[in-house]
């Protein structure tokens, strides 16, 4: 069982919450918490044993701690995602392996495409995989068949793996620090499009990958994952590109363990992360 | 002020201690904790206001713990280190200009050198240097110097900066755990002399640099950290040592300032760092 | 068209070589040469435009070669490798992805496992899987049977991707420098069975993976690439392990991709690696 | 001694120009060479023996190669650089302590800052240092008196060691490609002022530093070298700084052993690097 909590710090807040749960009789396996001084905010991440009443214990712990706290418990063996892909396969498929051998840490409900090129890398690994064209349409039409696909499906949160379609506002706000993309730059270098051809003329001796969760701030959302490797000149861009896609791979599927682990909290457009 | 504990582990450990620094009207500004599952040991540190008289603190937190809890409390504002040298400048150079503008962490109270070729840059610096040659004597000799030399200054530390003779285990013993050794290999890998050479010889890909604690083992002690850079067929033995120093004065400068800021405790031949 | 030359090195090999291509009126493309000065041992790949005979090309070139120069070209758009596994599905399923959307740069002829469990994942690629099982039987018996399923088909290098046996002197000789290796730790620490356990045991603070060419020294043989993470004390045997399979299979991916573009000389156990 | 060669490409270069060193008996050492197909231009870094009459040599070389041909040779053994500094000891200090050791591979000839704080440490290492503060003074008059400060010595680069002046187009036009920044970030994220307040900010997960050529374009001339570490939520913006600087230091004294070296080639705003 996870406790996630954060509220105002004060003097105080780890001795009332280890001492609840030592009340109790639950063991705590582990405990992490970090407190933001400049923010005055308190975040706190503690494994335990699973306890009958999760609902009771999240009153007791509302009770000792400041009024802004925000406490949840999740007891669930593993989270749900849905996955959104265009064309390019690297991540998709790293996902659906890791997936079909237990991996994971979640389990892949569905990938929607706005192309029909993975539907056969889904097929293969028995994943239902809906096409959702954004050609000839208006993109409310679009996202209203995007989120009729997604509610075919339970879900906590929605994952793009290259999906090349900026999401309006409203679809955002709908899944607020619900949906994760992996932008292919070390941000903020080059936010926006084509950022391997923008790294090529800069000629960058270090490219990266970026996993972060969507806002409405184009690639301005929290940043959850970082890695990178070095180039050199001898690389053009579609050779920085090859190279990027290995990092993205890597970066998306670790941002999505910490994730689906409930080890990251999000506060002022910042990420704490219990790695 | 810096708590730190290490003893056996039980439920409420993180709650006992908090809960009495708290009761004392302590601040706590951080708290780590680990806790090692395999050996059921516990290490906490906590960085928190001064209290007045550390010693009752300490009985008190001893009280509240298992029996084999060794608790320490340093409110010294920085530790005193004595370096030893031999013949290479780079991780010296380093440390004396980190003494220099006070960012060291710590206080160099002397430097020994079994040659005399970095005296020069320690008298630039103003720091004490004592030639302690280990030529045409006995090890015995050579060591009751060397602890003459040392005995001149008080010290936390003495940190061993390419410092290239082996120390007798009757030496080792007189300070254990806090002798310092910069080795200039990725530990396990290279162990004894000429890791370079031998790295070269074997034609690995990426060298590094290793600091320990000091045991009777020959390279076997407590590994505080280690980094890595690439090399490749284009690195003779000599290019090797040149790229090789840049990460070895790196690797102990960082070693140095987690273990003069209290964030290393050694356990079954490892260590465990609040970084 | 690729030309590969080793031979001993003397003056003007370079404008030799380019000269005779010159002078047929060969363009090339790139060309990179070295020279280990310390074995007087000359090295060069060049990639060019096709020649209509590459058989009268390798001999104009060795005829202004030295006499122990060794000349290859290869024409052939892509290696033909052969996947040999156990149980561990990380590294298979990598290369199976690759294969399967063509960026191997290889093409995956069949695999073969001393245990079943990853049929299944060879069926869903439609890659041809062999169970070779060596259990009750003397390892000649086995080998024999892994060299007739092998034989099934054309291959250019085989690769280990975790296969648990250690192969016999006999099996290697057959194909020497054509196995490739993915040891799961930073060679030459950790030499052997169980290295995750052995870098927990030693506390070591970044663990690593191998990829190198098969010899009859186990886990001595020519290294061609190496990465590494970093780990701390929170880590247990299994996270390590865990942690340590991404890298392997970007290890083992960037060596193969090294290897079937012609970029590996091997030389002193050693690899020049032209990357 | 070293020959720079820079022009457009065409078929048979490297033999011409190996063939021009074998024919007068010059034995090579190394050579590297690097075609940028995209931009058709032919880049050669050539290390061979001395040769009695430079002068004639690139006469001889410049009339086989094409019009545009930049044939240059540099037969110094070690280059002359003026250091400008502000307040940051760590990569001045740096530089001094290679210069000691005559590790630099270049020799300092003058530290120029517009604060004193610095005057002591290159005291303590012999060199001579001027102080040209920027205070009551317009622009034109603080640069004509750098201007008049540097002239006192010769020298082949102008270093900016963390000197926080933002130099005019006319000064760092007389200087074309001769002056060497380090940024204290990963560029071409956070441009300009504070950039470890803005990587605070943003949340990100690695910081960088880069060495760069100034252009009159702020913080967006031809990249030298880059390298970055990592960092998490519990860096406050001066743990950033600090962390950044052993970054800083580093990369700059990379930059300046490739520079030095006769390793680098600007060409369309990036770096050809020969290392």
Same mark, same amino acid.
């Not at 063996?77 to 892909?85: A, E, S, T, Y």
């Not at 690994?125 to 349409?137: A, R, T």
């Not at 490219?207 to 053009?236: K, R």
């Given at each position: 069982m996870i406790i996630l909590i954060q509220c105002s710090d004060r003097v105080g807040l780890?001795?009332?919450? &280890?001492? $609840? @749960? #030592?009340?109790?009789?639950?063991?705590?396996?582990?405990?992490?918490?970090?407190?933001?001084?400049?923010?005055?905010?308190?975040?706190?991440?503690?494994?335990?044993?699973?306890?009958?009443?999760?609902?009771i214990l999240i009153s007791e712990l509302s009770s000792i701690l400041p009024e802004d706290?925000?406490?949840?418990?999740?007891?669930?063996?593993?989270?749900?995602?849905?996955? @959104?892909? %265009?064309?390019?396969?690297?991540? /998709? &498929?790293?996902? /659906?392996?890791?997936?079909?051998f237990k991996t994971l840490g979640a389990g892949v409900q569905a990938v929607i495409g706005?192309?029909?090129? /993975?539907? !056969?890398?889904?097929?293969? =690994?028995?994943?239902?995989?809906?096409?959702?064209?954004?050609?000839?349409?208006?993109?409310?039409?679009?996202? /209203?068949? +995007?989120?009729?696909?997604?509610?075919?499906? #339970?879900? !906590?949160?929605?994952?793009?793996?290259?999906?090349?379609?900026?999401? #309006?506002?409203?679809?955002?706000?709908?899944?607020?620090?619900?949906?994760?993309?992996?932008?292919?730059? =070390? $941000?903020?270098?080059?936010?926006?499009?084509?950022?391997?051809?923008?790294?090529?003329?800069?000629?960058?001796?270090?490219?990266?990958?970026?996993?972060?969760?969507?806002?409405?701030?184009?690639?301005?959302?929290?940043?959850?994952?970082?890695?990178?490797?070095?180039? !050199?000149? %001898?690389?053009?861009?579609?050779?920085?590109?090859?190279?990027?896609?290995?990092?993205?791979?890597?970066?998306?599927?670790?941002?999505?363990? +910490?994730?689906?682990?409930?080890?990251?909290?999000?506060?002022?457009?910042?990420?704490?992360?219990?790695?």
């Amino acid at each position: 069982m996870i406790i996630l909590i954060q509220c105002s710090d004060r003097v105080g807040l780890v001795a009332a919450i &280890s001492g $609840l @749960l #030592s009340k109790k009789g639950i063991n705590i396996v582990s405990m992490r918490e970090y407190v933001d001084v400049e923010a005055n905010c308190f975040f706190n991440r503690v494994v335990c044993e699973q306890y009958h009443d999760p609902q009771i214990l999240i009153s007791e712990l509302s009770s000792i701690l400041p009024e802004d706290a925000r406490v949840n418990i999740n007891t669930e063996p593993q989270k749900k995602i849905i996955v @959104l892909v %265009t064309k390019e396969y690297h991540c /998709l &498929s790293d996902i /659906l392996v890791r997936n079909h051998f237990k991996t994971l840490g979640a389990g892949v409900q569905a990938v929607i495409g706005n192309h029909a090129v /993975l539907k !056969d890398i889904c097929d293969r =690994f028995g994943i239902p995989f809906y096409l959702v064209s954004h050609e000839n349409k208006s993109r409310e039409d679009f996202e /209203l068949q +995007l989120q009729t696909a997604i509610n075919k499906h #339970s879900y !906590d949160y929605i994952v793009l793996a290259k999906f090349m379609r900026i999401l #309006s506002p409203a679809f955002v706000e709908s899944f607020p620090m619900h949906i994760v993309n992996i932008h292919h730059s =070390f $941000l903020p270098a080059f936010v926006g499009a084509s950022p391997y051809r923008q790294a090529y003329k800069r000629g960058v001796k270090i490219i990266g990958a970026t996993a972060h969760f969507v806002t409405n701030q184009l690639d301005e959302g929290p940043i959850i994952e970082q890695q990178v490797i070095q180039v !050199d000149h %001898t690389y053009t861009a579609a050779d920085m590109m090859r190279a990027g896609k290995e990092i993205e791979k890597a970066v998306l599927a670790k941002a999505l363990k +910490l994730i689906v682990e409930d080890r990251v909290f999000v506060y002022n457009n910042k990420t704490i992360v219990f790695s």
